[in-house]
């Protein structure tokens, strides 16, 4: 079923309130698209539509749904509504929902559900947003080192309905301290009678429940994970977080740089549902602040006076110049942050990356001041296209040293190394291509400096 059949499937079971037509669009397209669908939908519409919908495929649909969706729906259902979508909710999921509701909310319904949900609840959504355990699920098969492979098959058979994942299954002992992983296909291979200890890959990987979230995602990639588990203070396994998850917290935290690097604040909300007056809050700091930074170029401008006033010629690059140095700033900070935000590069690296990044601003540099040359010949003569040159060749190296250095001391300070934005990089090269420029001028052309 494409997505044009699922949104005329959803508008008929809605002028029906028919749920055999809702379980029909169940059956045959994906809940991404259903909840794609319910999303252009007024939120009175989405909570009649999911009422119309059985348990679990409701609890996986609401999954697909943005979280600013999930809490206005969550508000408007009753206690006996949200209990059941709870219990039905994959564990991860119905924490981070939990952790958004309203107090008087969570009161409400949380008796409604078993003891054992409500304490799964309550120890997922204390750990610190934007940690490891935060993201994890306690919906994972374990196994004990004792057991046959025959067994371990009838334990995960038995434990699969309940279970987000059988394909990897984690081996602890009685302290539940993890001590291997052992596949499913391994255990399907194995004789029978062999032992999980016989089988297990001990020394898994795993991170811990305090760890920063983009430790998960940056295991689970490095080393094709198809879950990664996790481990408190007393390495006692207490949960794991899936690829899926894993996947969800790289894209997080990718939207997140992108907008750090664009020098705009983290929104909390699609770009879609974002207000007018929240846009305007989240880009005007970072804007006021640029705009004061700019002035020092404008200061090296007027000390730079009367060598402008001298040679008018000189003005006709300057834009050229400063943007070329703001430009290759900028592709260094890029490159820099997202090397040191998937470990590529760290700290320590600083050094040899400083040579080798003046090595290529090097030959870039030469290669535009070859390309501008001809242009200050052809607008102020030989002298205009020796200093033309000769600036940018400078003006690009100083630019490429501030872009790539500029990450490296905010990661120094314990800072995030994508607030070094575009932004805040081409005002700190354009300052100094400014300054750069004219005392090249002054010095080449003879000229007295001071305005």
């Known amino acids: 079923m494409n997505y044009q059949e699922v949104i005329f499937s959803v508008r008929d079971a809605l002028a029906t309130r028919d749920s055999r037509t809702f379980a029909t669009l169940e059956k045959h397209a994906h809940p991404a698209d259903i909840a794609a669908a319910l999303s252009e939908l007024p939120v009175e519409n989405?909570?009649?539509?999911?009422?119309?919908?059985?348990?679990?495929?409701?609890?996986?649909?609401?999954?697909?749904?943005?979280?600013?969706?999930?809490?206005?729906?969550?508000?408007?259902?009753?206690?006996?509504?949200?209990?059941?979508?709870?219990?039905?909710?994959?564990?991860?999921?119905?924490?981070?929902?939990?952790?958004?509701?309203?107090?008087?909310?969570?009161?409400?319904?949380?008796?409604?559900?078993?003891?054992?949900?409500?304490?799964?609840?309550?120890?997922?959504?204390?750990?610190?947003?934007?940690?490891?355990?935060?993201?994890?699920?306690?919906?994972?098969?374990?196994?004990?080192?004792?057991?046959?492979?025959?067994?371990?098959?009838?334990?995960?058979?038995?434990?699969?309905?309940?279970?987000?994942t059988i394909y990897q299954a984690y081996v602890i002992d009685q302290d539940r301290r993890l001590v291997g992983t052992v596949s499913l296909r391994e255990l399907i291979l194995a004789a029978p009678g062999t032992r999980i200890n016989e089988l297990m890959q001990t020394d898994p990987v795993f991170a811990r429940a305090d760890a920063p979230r983009e430790e998960a995602a940056r295991l689970v990639a490095k080393y094709d994970l198809l879950a990664l588990p996790v481990i408190n203070g007393g390495d006692m396994l207490v949960g794991i977080v899936t690829h899926d998850d894993a996947m969800d917290v790289e894209q997080a935290e990718t939207d997140i740089d992108f907008r750090k690097i664009g020098a705009v604040s983290e929104l909390g909300?699609?770009?879609?549902e974002a207000s007018i007056a929240l846009l305007y809050r989240k880009r005007v700091f970072w804007l006021v602040l640029l705009v004061f930074g700019n002035l020092f170029s404008g200061a090296g401008i007027a000390?730079?006076?009367?060598?402008?006033?001298?040679?008018?010629?000189?003005?006709?690059?300057?834009?050229?110049?400063?943007?070329?140095?703001?430009?290759?700033?900028?592709?260094?900070?890029?490159?820099?942050?997202?090397?040191?935000?998937?470990?590529?590069?760290?700290?320590?690296?600083?050094?040899?990356m400083l040579l080798r990044e003046l090595i290529v601003a090097g030959l870039l540099g030469a290669t535009m001041a070859l390309a501008v040359s001809g242009l200050g010949i052809w607008r102020g003569g030989p002298e205009i296209a020796l200093v033309v040159a000769l600036s940018m060749q400078i003006v690009v190296i100083v630019g490429s040293m501030i872009g790539m250095s500029l990450p490296f001391l905010l990661s120094r300070l314990k800072l995030d190394p994508a607030t070094a934005s575009a932004p805040l990089i081409t005002s700190i090269a354009d300052g100094a291509g400014v300054l750069i420029y004219f005392a090249i001028a002054t010095t080449i052309l003879g000229l007295p400096a001071g305005g």
């Open 46 to 164: 989405q909570c009649l539509l999911l009422g119309l919908a059985s348990p679990p495929k409701r609890a996986t649909i609401f999954g697909y749904l943005s979280s600013e969706l999930q809490v206005e729906i969550a508000e408007r259902f009753d206690r006996k509504q949200l209990a059941e979508l709870f219990l039905h909710m994959s564990a991860d999921e119905r924490a981070d929902l939990y952790n958004r509701l309203p107090e008087a909310q969570r009161e409400a319904f949380m008796p409604a559900l078993a003891q054992v949900e409500r304490e799964d609840i309550r120890r997922l959504a204390a750990y610190p947003e934007k940690t490891v355990g935060a993201v994890m699920t306690s919906d994972y098969a374990t196994l004990h080192p004792e057991l046959t492979a025959r067994d371990a098959i009838d334990e995960l058979r038995r434990i699969a309905p309940d279970t987000e």
């Open 269 to 272: 909300k699609g770009l879609k």
């Open 303 to 352: 000390y730079f006076e009367d060598t402008i006033l001298a040679y008018v010629a000189l003005v006709f690059f300057l834009p050229l110049l400063v943007d070329s140095g703001g430009n290759a700033g900028a592709q260094s900070a890029t490159l820099m942050v997202r090397a040191l935000a998937t470990g590529d590069v760290v700290i320590k690296d600083w050094a040899s």
